[in-house]
């Protein structure tokens, strides 16, 4: 059994999610306002130098097999008024959870979605998709 979960993460010294939110209408979480009291890790009790938000892509606990070339697509659309709101660093991140072998796939198609954001993509492998 397989899990993934892409999302991109945005940041940027005046980068505001709320008013991201509000201009794009991208489903942003996490988010965190610059100057905000961190609550918790490694920031805790001090305030925040920068506002940062994550934007779920795929998730397939959510959404079993989807594709992701549609979400990847309102993120290319997007990332100019992103980053003309404060995002200055933005980051994709591919988390698989996996119990046996670790083998998934990307169709040619969602490759080409990726490559054309033109950011960088970590992935990470973890057993335990349970």
Do not use: W
């Amino acid at each position: 059994m397989i899990r993934r979960f892409l999302y991109c993460l945005l940041q940027g010294e005046a980068f505001s999610p709320t008013l991201a939110v509000a201009r794009t209408g991208l489903p942003l979480v996490d988010g965190n306002e610059p100057g905000q009291v961190a609550p918790s890790g490694r920031y805790a009790g001090k305030a925040l130098s920068y506002g940062s938000a994550l934007l779920p892509l795929l998730d397939d606990d959510v959404a079993p097999g989807a594709s992701v070339r549609g979400p990847l697509r309102e993120l290319k659309a997007a990332l100019p008024t992103l980053r003309a709101l404060g995002a200055t660093e933005a980051t994709l991140s591919l988390l698989v959870a996996y119990e046996g072998p670790c083998h998934f796939a990307l169709s040619p198609e969602e490759l080409a979605e990726l490559a054309a954001l033109g950011l960088p993509l970590e992935v990470s492998c973890h057993p335990g998709a349970a």
